[in-house]
């Protein structure tokens, strides 16, 4: 019978994904509590827990403590820079060690708590993905003439960076230029948007270059208070857009997958504007099991 230990650690990190429902990395605190499992299992489980590791303010090995995982020559799939003391310090040790970090996410940060400008261009060139949700000081140095390897920003209104800084990231990674981007899709068959408005649907929809099957858009946080007449005539004329003419479904819901932003009359009329035009007008949840549609999926 096959133990613990001699699991692979495919299967470990598959084990590690269903057990973390919260969608935020394993804690440093984890990584020591492998060992209460199997002795053996405590190095394996290491290897693949710290590439999600997040230092949490209450972790013993923010403050020195007790030794700290060792990252020198590692890739890290996952690094949070959370609204704790502790934020500023976790980039300066990722620094030092002259990680490579394939996603960041700074989270409810304020200005005091973080100063990207100790972040070397090396770190910001290796990163696929930036989640910008809280403020900092300071930006990395980006060469004018330099490329990186940038896919996805996902940015948050009420915490926007510099427009200087933001001016740099796409000149460096162009594919992060949403319009420029689905204009190069030319078999684009699904699209997703957040905090969208339909303005920006349709300015977006300009783009595209194939007609859409899909369409999953998440209204921007002012729709939190519910939608007026004027403002449902908008979102309902996005489906006279020509990129939708073969559209099948269409979901909407809340800033934050919370609200509910087409209330009573205002629901009906958009349902009954997609069904006239053959479009299943959806929410977030998923038709047979009632879950959320992800965040972080396509369109479906």
Known sequence: ??????LPPELLRRII????????????????RAAL??????????DVL??????AGFDAASDGRTPRPSISSRTL???????????QKVLELLTEAEATVRSLRIMYTTGNDLDLGIMTFEMLA??????????????????????????????????????????????AAPTID???????????????LYYATPESITKTLAAVRSPLVLLATELGAKWIRGADAKEIAELVDVLKHPSLAQLKRWRIWGYGQFSNPLRNDGRTQWEEACRARGVEPRGNRRFFTGESASRYYPAE
């Open 178 to 192: 949403l319009h420029g981007f689905v204009a190069s899709c030319t078999s684009l068959r699904s699209l997703k």
């Open 50 to 55: 710290i590439c999600t590791v997040t230092f």
């Open 77 to 87: 799939d996952c690094a949070v820079l959370g609204a704790h003391r502790w934020a």
């Open 126 to 171: 290796g990163l696929h993905s930036l989640n910008i949700g809280g403020r900092f000081e300071g930006q990395p140095p980006i060469p004018s003439a330099a490329t990186i390897e940038l896919r996805t920003l996902l940015l948050r209104p009420e915490c926007l960076p510099s427009p200087a800084f933001l001016e740099s990231l796409l000149g």
């Open 1 to 6: 019978m096959a133990v613990i230990q001699d």
């Open 37 to 46: 499992v199997a002795r053996a299992w405590r190095g394996p489980s290491q």
């Open 17 to 32: 994904e269903l057990i973390d429902r919260s969608g935020w990395p394993t804690p440093y605190r984890s990584l020591c």
